[in-house]
């Protein structure tokens, strides 16, 4: 435990490029952005390699334990909210949607705060972060995943 506090202690001594944040934020939409679009809707059910293979197969968690993990459905979700089909999306995963839209938002917010030299551009207030994560975590992912067990919108 001492070696954590020790560790945390030294991180927060470190000042970062003012750059470095923003810049994350712009190379994590870009990322998420260009690997949704990679891989391709297969079906209603499933996402495809580029050569047309599926990927993946059913979720380990469904194998061993019988229920779904509650991200089960969220790499569908991304590659059909990317191409603009948010009803399917939606269906497949709520948060993870809500989760795209949230890092695509702060590629944008990154990006201005990079072009304008202003690390602050953009700020939220406190209380909006606090409501949205508050919204996603508990609406969207805790009861999209709580029907998901009780038998509403069973993936694969």
């Known amino acids: 435990m001492k070696t954590l506090a020790l560790f945390f202690d030294t991180l927060d001594r470190i000042r970062f490029p003012w750059w470095l944040w923003p810049g994350f ?11 949704s679009l990679f891989f391709r809707p297969m079906g ?4 495809a390699w580029p050569g047309g293979g599926q990927l993946g197969d059913t979720c380990g968690m469904i194998v061993v334990t019988g229920m779904p993990c509650p991200q089960c459905g969220m790499t569908r979700s991304w590659v059909h909210g990317i191409r603009g089909d948010l009803l399917q999306a939606f269906w497949f995963s709520p948060s993870g949607l809500a989760l795209l839209g949230w890092i695509i938002g702060g590629g944008v917010v990154g990006a201005v705060r990079l072009v ?9 207030p406190d209380w909006m972060l606090f409501g949205w ?3 996603w975590l508990v609406p969207l992912y ?3 995943y709580l029907l998901r067990l009780g038998g509403i919108n069973p993936l694969p």
């Open 142 to 144: 805790l009861v999209g």
């Open 116 to 124: 304008t030299r202003d690390p602050e551009r953009l700020s939220p």
């Open 25 to 35: 934020l712009v190379v994590m939409a870009v990322f998420s952005v260009g690997a």
């Open 133 to 135: 994560v508050a919204f």
């Open 44 to 47: 209603a059910e499933w996402v």
